[in-house]
């Protein structure tokens, strides 16, 4: 695989005014002291690359992007200039608190087309405990300026599964961002990783079978409200709202990955930055790399493509792999379609409405 092939680029930056318990991302307090060497690092990194073509997607995660004064945003959107055209999707996740009205007009001003929103829940009181600080209000304001100033393709990120919630209150949630009308919603189920401040609370997940509800309930909500579900989280007005940065992760392709921690898929290898700011800093980016055999490239093929409601193409799997995937696992294929998991729907396999929350169950045994 030649790096050329890459069409997409995530940024990361890690820095936040406040650490929410449940992150496990690679994150940092905001200090100022490191915003400006940080950039600069992370532009090195980028013209390290060498990308002489222009890009379909980029999108900045974090941490918190919108957290950065104008300046800092206005240094990095002018060394990413070069790579976009006028369709390239353009996101940056942003936190209502800190997307004043002069950010907005940057983000405008440099083609910025997509805001991923970080909500996680209305609840007042689940919402404070967890390092929440905007209302349902302040959101709803929020987007009126935002559609006020052009924005056309927003999405909610939202998280479920927290101990303190009920079944009543995944449902106001549910409810109350359909009443905002954007364009595209994530429900993500609250996983407690080693690494968050939750882990080291020894907080624990709630059971399968509650979490299975929410599951069932949002989707059932959302789908008769016209959402189309083609993700196991990740919910889209129209197909044009897909997101289409996160969709090449989902399909196995290639993409660049720059910032502190961040990971990247080009030329044969999957790629780690360092965790480590002070390395970071140096200019030292590389953390870890894994040359990825036609083996592990399978399993995250199975890994990344059977997220998706429309789940992969048997034709596109012999050509990439040069071999068939109903013969190869013809042994567990067996098993998984008379237990209803797994459907074949002409050329397309896919998991079943009863298996999307069980991939975990399903790549265990399709990944021997």
Known sequence: MSQG???????????????????????????ERFIKPYLAALVAELKGLKINHKLKTIFIGGGTPSALKEEDLTYLFENLKAYLTKNTEFSVECNPENLTASKIQLFKKYHVNRLSIGVQTFQPLVAKKYGRHSSYYDLFYLIIRLRKAGFKNINLDFIYGFKEQTLSDVISDVHLALSLNVEHLSFYSLIIDQGSVLYNLKEQEISDDLSRQ????????????HYRHYEVSNYAKKQKYYARHNLVYWKDQEYYGIGLGAASYYACRRNKNTLSLKKYLARSFLGESEEITLKEDQKYFLITNLRLYEGFSLKAYQKKFHVSFLKEKEHVLKELFLEGLLLKKGDKIKASKKGMPLLDIILLKLID
């Not at 069409?7 to 200090?31: G, M």
């Open 5 to 31: 092939r890459c069409q997409s680029l995530y940024i990361h930056l890690p820095f936040c005014l406040t650490i929410c318990p449940y992150c496990d991302f690679p994150k940092l307090l905001y200090a």
């Open 214 to 225: 929410y599951f069932d309930t949002i989707e059932d909500i959302l789908i008769k409200n």
